[in-house]
């Protein structure tokens, strides 16, 4: 390995950007790796990908969303009559829109490490971890408070009408409270904090939470209900920090992956582990990594933004 | 002042399509190694970018659509091992290459594709992004939502791993 760039790790993209200075350009095209580097940046320039059939795919949208096409075209035909109304009575043209406007679908997504404060019309606030989304109808919502999640989110709710959540698992529908739901491909559970709740799944009937009661799903069926600290009043990831219960390890790996935005490689053996309980704080990879291995006996190397794992013997 | 949004536009969202198709499904594909997911992946985007286009102006566009390619691909292919495999651009074809030179070269060719597939995702795709989409570290770093200096760190990091990987098989 060449001395030249031993502390500088953007030395190579600035080399194949054409951005080294000569001095450094000179240095480099003297040292052993120089023509290997020199060999992959060439074969690599000319590499490409499969052939795409854009047109198809387009025509997938365009014949897939045929309904909403057509209307968002009746839409655009009424918004040529009211650029004519503009000029006559902008009040009117408020009030058109207001009636008539169909895109009222409001989507909001996290990636990875990020959260979201979400604030509703009706005064509620939503809580986004990262890596979910939500979505509802900006329109139909003062009447009807429907949301549609995935992933996880904790919810403050203003007494009102009903208030109902979908999840890909299952629903939670509630009058004035505030619960959290997580909704994620391996886990489907409702904690409530205050207030009371109503969680429904495909396969089983309504089950009623009071404050500090939580219930989660298995297998699509939801289980008994039991106790969780509900005296903080919110979530711990809300402070930062995951915590687990008995739970297969691939789910706090997952977690990892989403609060630290990085990729981890580990055996089936090691993802399947049961029964783990723990948890870690989401402003510190190292000693997240450390907590879990610590436990299960594993072993972590960090690679830029990827983890192996790998069983200790 | 405007009520409409130029996403909402048939027109311009078809031109927006014809300009940035390409970009995601590559960019699918680098994640996913599976051309099949790539068009699906791309197809659902664009689609929910037409049900959202009231509130996604034209400038924020190509970041939603990278997004939702992204929460896609978490929601539905999760650690599976990726396979690329890379088209060649024509290049001139030099006179008078022996033929044992051509193998080397596509055994080389070969490796090369087998050691980018197993380059970790983050390095992969922007290596890739700069390489084959010929994109600029600051559009990848946009594109992606990270820093430059993050951009520059992962394609030295894959220059690294590609150079010592090439030489161990």
Known sequence: MSDLFKDDDTFLARWLSGELSPQELAEFEKSDAYREYQKIANHTSNLDTPQWDTQKIWNQIEGDESNIVAKKETKLVRMGWITYAIAGCALLVLGYLTLFNTNSIQLHETFATQNETIHLPDGSVVYLNAGSSLQYNTKTFPEQRNLDLKGEAFFEVTKGSAFKVKTDHGDVRVLGTSFNIKSRVERFEVQCFTGSVGVSSLGSAEIQLLKGEKVEAQKGKLQNKSQFNALEGTPVWRNGQSRFNNVLVIEVLNEMERQFDIEIKANPTIENIENYSGGFDHNNLESALQIVCSSINCTYVIDGTSVRITQND | ?169
């Open chain 2, 1 to 169: 002042m405007s009520f409409s949004n130029d996403t909402c536009n048939k027109i311009i969202f078809q031109k927006f399509y014809q300009d940035q198709s390409e970009g995601l499904l590559n960019y699918v594909y680098y994640k996913s190694g599976n051309t099949g997911f790539a068009e699906d992946t791309v197809q659902e985007s664009f689609i929910r970018l037409w049900k959202n286009c009231a509130r996604v102006p034209l400038e924020k566009a190509k970041s939603f659509l990278f997004t939702t390619a992204t929460n896609l691909f978490r929601d539905r292919l999760k650690h599976k091992k990726v396979v690329l495999k890379f088209r060649e651009r024509p290049v001139q074809t030099q006179t008078n290459q022996d033929p044992e030179f051509l193998m080397q070269e596509k055994e080389f060719k070969a490796k090369l594709d087998r050691v980018i597939s197993a380059l970790p995702e983050a390095q992969r795709i922007t290596f890739l992004m700069n390489r084959i989409d010929k994109l600029k570290y600051r559009e990848i770093a946009e594109i992606l939502g990270v820093s430059q200096k993050t951009v520059e760190k992962r394609i030295h990091q894959a220059l690294l791993v590609l150079r010592k990987e090439i030489g161990k098989i």
